[in-house]
């Protein structure tokens, strides 16, 4: 049983949907616990894996939906509608599987980790624009667990790696 992720932003807990209210995201008053919005995946999102990863900023909310290609679909907070979808395009020789299994963000860039058919890599993308702008390999020959868990601090991304004993950090931007 993997554990469900969580967000808290303007007085609202969102975490996995599962089974008994629906798949999705639930939408939860911080104040009485009281369940306000059940939201879907949208069509295409692949529901096994979704909310994989939350990350709340303010407004926003960034959902990891990891699948066969995968993506990270950004909400609004207020209107709990999807604004904008992070994808990598599929690059020769190498696709992206399984895009959105952590996400950090900055107020310039959101960060993503996938899997890949070569190994496993970190996507960089432009907040504004939501395009991708960097893919950063595995520096650490660390492969399965690169960027398993991940946070943001001061503009920089702190890469964790969870499933190494010796617990190596990878600072990116």
Do not use: C, H
């Not at 089974?19 to 369940?35: C, E």
């Not at 879907?40 to 939906?65: C, E, H, I, M, N």
């Not at 993308?125 to 939501?130: A, L, N």
Request: without cysteine.
């Amino acid at each position: 049983m993997r554990r469900a992720p969580i967000a808290i932003s303007r007085g609202v807990v969102v975490t996995e949907a599962t089974s008994g209210v629906g798949r999705g995201l639930a939408f939860v008053d911080l104040r009485t616990g009281r369940l306000l919005q059940v939201v879907a995946p949208p069509s295409g999102a692949d529901a096994t894996y979704f909310a994989a990863a939350l990350v709340a900023d303010g407004d926003d909310l960034f959902v990891g939906a990891p699948g066969p290609a995968g993506s990270v679909i950004e909400y609004d907070m207020r209107s709990r509608a999807p604004v904008g979808v992070y994808d990598a395009p599929m690059a020769a020789g190498a696709s992206p599987r399984f895009l959105g299994l952590a996400v950090a963000t900055s107020k310039r860039w959101v960060v993503a980790r996938a899997g890949e058919s070569d190994g496993t890599a970190v996507y960089v993308f432009d907040r504004r624009t939501r395009k991708l702008v960097q893919k950063l390999p595995d520096r650490l020959g660390l492969d399965a667990s690169y960027g398993l868990r991940m946070a943001s601090w001061q503009g920089r991304f702190f890469l964790a790696n969870p499933d190494v004993d010796e617990g190596y950090v990878d600072v990116v931007r």
